[in-house]
């Protein structure tokens, strides 16, 4: 078995290397009479567009996706839909010296001892190039959840790069800064830090926030397909992501009961929580208040300073990774991160309306 495909009723299959001839998805599950096309599709692509700033990496590629099936004259059939993202700019020859050699902090090692080859040119299938295919993915499932449920809004940004962290959340700001900082006055200070770190050849880590308002409460099931359990592991899946948080997460565990627990009162349309450390699942179930996800990633493991290494035949050496790298991985996971809410939400809508139809529960009058 080959993992390469997540989601339940609402499939995404990705494939292709980083510096192949392409790469692309297949979805499948998705409703009919969507309406998708390209352009729409592209406007989620050029926010994880590699060269769109001095502080990703300088790879140009355009990301223009393609859909080479399950769309007919602008609307969604019901049948598999294929995407496809040729690449353009790969510089293979960059990785010639590493061949032998495994970058430490990579997945080169651990790919050699499970399947005994690895292409090494980028990090082949581990590579983040591979996540181009998840943010096509989560255009569809964006297009579907804006017909099934108007109003949901998923929005992502950087809100911690190495030591620098903000508790300011100015979501009309974040797409103004190539840090998807939600913190306009923060943003000088992250940019200055980012070029010192850029200067030493060296990266940092960062922490991100995905938030989706206007989710239905009711999605999400005991007991292995709860909401969150599947949120975590889709952002876990994403490349450098080291630790994932729900609500108020691992900061939980310095609360008290008293203070952890969100308070209910009825309100005129339903329940009305007085807080969310919960992140707006309880049980695995969504309760309808904002979905709060927050995911760290690792400080990019290609630097040019040396480190120390082994080569294939076992021989001690030393590697400084050239090619064009991100210094902070973290600025272009926030698109990534959206796109896999996207499409973990999408599915386990569609897994509601098979199992309960829609139906809930009545409180109040």
Not at 19 to 25: Q, S, V
Not at 217 to 231: E, I
Not at 259 to 268: K, L, Q, T, V
Request: aromatic residues 4%; negative net charge.
């Amino acid at each position: 078995m080959s993992y390469n495909t997540f989601g339940h009723m609402f499939r995404v299959t990705t494939w292709g290397e980083s510096h192949g001839p392409a790469l692309g998805c297949t979805v499948d599950g998705c409703p009919p009479g969507v309406a998708i096309n390209e352009e729409m599709l592209q406007h989620w692509m050029d926010q994880r567009k590699p060269g769109g700033s001095k502080y990703v990496t300088q790879r140009r590629e355009a990301d223009a996706v393609r859909i080479l099936s399950g769309v007919f004259e602008g609307r969604t059939t019901g049948t598999s839909i294929q995407l496809m993202i040729e690449n353009t700019d790969q510089r293979s020859k960059d990785y010639g010296e590493i061949a032998q050699s495994f970058r430490p902090g990579h997945a080169d090692i651990t790919y050699h001892q499970k399947y005994g080859l690895r292409d090494y040119r980028g990090g082949g299938r581990s590579s983040a190039r591979e996540t181009a295919a998840r943010v096509a993915a989560g255009g569809v499932a964006r297009a579907v959840l804006a017909d099934l449920v108007p109003g949901l809004r998923i929005r992502g940004a950087m809100v911690q790069m190495g030591t620098l962290r903000t508790d300011r959340r100015d979501w009309d700001t974040v797409r103004d800064n190539p840090l998807w900082c939600p913190d306009p006055d923060a943003v000088a200070d992250w940019e200055a830090a980012l070029d010192a770190l850029r200067k030493e050849h060296d990266s940092v880590g960062a922490v991100i926030e995905i938030n989706a308002a206007g989710v239905p409460a009711g999605l999400g099931a005991p007991v292995y397909a709860k909401l969150d359990t599947d949120l975590a592991a889709a952002m876990m899946s994403i490349n450098a992501v080291k630790g994932v948080e729900i609500g108020e997460g691992m900061a939980a565990a310095t609360l008290r009961g008293s203070e952890n627990a969100d308070e209910i009162r009825m309100g005129p349309d339903g329940p009305v929580y007085g807080s969310n450390h919960a992140g707006g699942i309880l049980g695995g179930i969504s309760t309808g208040q904002e979905l709060v996800v927050r995911f760290a990633v690792k400080p990019t493991s290609s630097i040019l300073t040396p480190r120390k290494t082994i080569r294939v035949d076992g021989t001690e050496t030393e590697i400084i990774t050239k090619g064009r790298h991100d210094p902070c991985v973290g600025i272009r996971a926030v698109p990534v991160g959206e796109a896999m809410m996207a499409c973990v939400i999408l599915d386990h809508l569609l897994l509601d309306r098979a199992q309960t139809a829609g139906v809930r529960g009545a409180i109040g009058g």
